[in-house]
T-cell receptor, first 114, second 115 residues
Framework: GDSVTQMEGPVTLSEEAFLTINCTYT??????LFWYVQYPGEGLQLLLK?????DKGSNKGFEATYRKETTSFHLEKGSVQVSDSAVYFC?????????????FGTGTLLAVQP | EPEVTQTPSHQVTQMGQEVILRCVPI?????FYWYRQILGQKVEFLVS????????KSEIFDDQFSVERPDGSNFTLKIRSTKLEDSAMYFC?????????????FGPGTRLTVL
């Protein structure tokens, strides 16, 4: 079945460091790919998405490119801030039938230190 | 900006009791979902709902669970007889259409604690 694999956390970085969180997926067809972020004590917020191969999603300085050849959707940011500390979830949805449920990875905790 | 709301934010109950978690999806959305996240684990799909019926459910969503849209705005998840392992954060989500490019919007979650 469909699945998402994320790198294990926690990831601890200093402010202004470069961030990469790896995400790979297994799915038939052409899923849409998402990154959601969960700040402490809050719900899930969409960070960015990409709906077809080679698309790049971007938001708030974060980027991820949909790579079909490597089935990957790695999250990157050039310079992280303390306020980026959160749990990041990679997810996919594959439209089929009457639903497009989201399948999530395990989440990666990012801790940014000043 | 429209948002999904959920009540209560935290629910504590005794094992074997019934609980109802409530959600108000975004008003013009047509598809509704419940997910859960056991502490420290991944977010898991429970059920999707469209046109007043379940469109898909996971193996987690057994006979103890039910969903309902009792009026034009609320979407509820009922757990008939709670177990300790039902303790989790429950998220409601909604989407305008279930097309491949659409985005699900999540509520802030209800933390359910079963004692």
């Amino acid at each position: 079945g469909d699945s998402v694999t994320q790198m294990e956390g926690p990831v601890t970085l200093s402010e202004e460091a470069f961030l990469t969180i790896n995400c790979t997926y297994t799915a038939t067809g052409y899923p849409s790919l998402f990154w959601y972020v969960q700040y402490p004590g809050e719900g899930l917020q969409l960070l960015l998405k990409a709906t077809k191969a080679d698309d790049k999603g971007s938001n708030k300085g974060f980027e991820a490119t949909y790579r079909k050849e490597t089935t990957s959707f790695h999250l990157e940011k050039g310079s992280v801030q303390v306020s980026d500390s959160a749990v990041y979830f990679c997810a996919l949805s594959r439209y089929g039938g009457a639903t497009n449920k989201l399948i999530f990875g395990t989440g990666t905790l990012l801790a940014v230190q000043p | 900006e429209p948002e999904v709301t959920q009540t209560p934010s935290h629910q504590v109950t005794q094992m074997g009791q019934e609980v109802i978690l409530r959600c108000v999806p975004i008003s013009n959305h047509l598809y509704f979902y419940w997910y859960r996240q056991i502490l420290g684990q991944k977010v898991e799909f429970l059920v999707s709902f469209y046109n007043n019926e379940i469109s898909e459910k996971s193996e987690i969503f057994d006979d103890q669970f039910s969903v309902e849209r009792p009026d034009g705005s609320n979407f509820t998840l009922k757990i008939r007889s709670t177990k300790l392992e039902d303790s989790a954060m429950y998220f409601c989500a909604s989407i305008l259409l279930a097309g491949n490019t659409d985005t699900q919007y999540f509520g802030p979650g209800t933390r359910l604690t079963v004692l």
